[in-house]
């Protein structure tokens, strides 16, 4: 597991560089077919991350490569899920809110996470094994961990020393905070925003784009993101993995069971971050 989320890592850092150099561009914005934007970076870092990871053992599913049938992927008992670009709508919108995203799914359950954030070099990493960690600064703490002779040392053991474990400390003076899309508001977030303030009084409410919410809650900056709109696997499944190493609960809107993984359909249901 730490040599897995090591490459990851180092393949989300890489792939958010290049993602930049291209934020910084007048690029050029295409349609897919469902009308979503895709531009030169989300191909670009999808080739950089499968470059890193298509050397294992475990087969990648990502939202730019070719589709998998799931006559193949219901075979597979582990595999990466990835989003190059999570957040292109914020990339073209240049407001920054928008990640590279790296999941290991193990029997339909995310067990490792990995978010990178380029316009702030911060990197979010979780797994269950070793809880959920931010770090700021992480293109340097990563170069300068390659680098270092440690040859004894764990290098997953020095980028925890450089990082903040997940949740950090709570701010119990502040209200009951919920979390949501920046781009796909809906009415019924507008209904559980006013249970919310029935029940708690005072609630603040929070737009943010791509997998940054599920980040927020697992900061403990959050206590709640509902989700009532389409999204795929590749959105969820590495701020799941994070959230759950920190602590929170990430739950089908309707049944309250545990998101899962590699379905026929990859849209996922509506659900919840939630703090237990």
């Known amino acids: 597991m730490n040599r897995k989320l090591h490459t990851a890592i180092g393949a989300?850092?890489?792939?958010?560089q290049a993602i930049l150099k291209i934020?910084?561009?007048?690029?050029?914005?295409e349609q897919k077919h469902d009308q979503s934007p895709l531009t030169l970076a989300d191909q670009e870092a999808h080739d950089i991350i499968t470059s890193a990871l298509e050397n294992g053992p475990d087969p990648i599913l990502s939202e730019e490569g070719k589709?998998?049938?799931?006559?193949?992927?219901?075979k597979w008992d582990s595999f990466w899920l990835v989003d190059p670009l999570d957040g292109?709508?914020?990339?073209v919108k240049r407001n920054g809110e928008f990640t590279v995203?790296?999941?290991?799914?193990?029997?339909?359950?995310?067990v490792l996470g990995v978010i990178y954030v380029p316009v702030a070099d911060t990197l979010y990493f979780g797994t269950v094994d070793h809880g959920a960690y931010k770090m700021d600064e992480a293109?340097?703490?990563?170069?300068?961990?390659a680098v270092k002779e440690e040859a004894a040392d764990n290098p997953i053991d020095r980028l925890i020393r450089r990082s903040n474990r997940l949740p950090l400390d709570r701010d119990e003076a502040r209200p009951y905070t919920i979390v949501g899309s920046r781009s796909h508001s809906t009415p019924d977030v507008d209904r559980i925003v006013e249970e919310r303030k029935q029940r708690h009084g005072a609630v603040d409410f929070?737009?943010?784009?791509?997998?940054?919410?599920?980040?927020?809650?697992?900061?403990g900056r959050a206590d709640l993101y509902p989700r009532t709109g389409p999204t795929m696997e590749w959105d969820t499944g590495?701020?799941?993995?994070?959230?759950?190493?920190?602590g929170a609960e990430v739950v089908e809107f309707d049944s309250q069971t545990t998101l899962l993984y590699n379905k026929e359909n990859l849209l996922n249901p509506w659900f919840i971050v939630r703090w237990p």
């Not at 995203?101 to 995310?110: K, S, T, V, W």
């Not at 293109?139 to 961990?145: F, G, P, T, V």
């Not at 701020?239 to 190493?245: E, F, L, M, R, T």
């Open 12 to 16: 989300a850092i890489e792939a958010g």
């Open 23 to 29: 934020y910084q561009t007048d690029f050029a914005v």
């Open 67 to 74: 589709s998998t049938p799931y006559e193949t992927r219901c």
């Open 88 to 91: 292109t709508k914020e990339f």
């Open 101 to 110: 995203n790296i999941a290991l799914i193990d029997h339909q359950r995310p």
């Open 139 to 145: 293109l340097k703490n990563h170069l300068s961990d």
């Open 206 to 219: 929070i737009s943010a784009g791509s997998s940054l919410k599920i980040c927020m809650v697992a900061e």
């Open 238 to 246: 590495a701020g799941q993995a994070i959230a759950q190493a920190a």
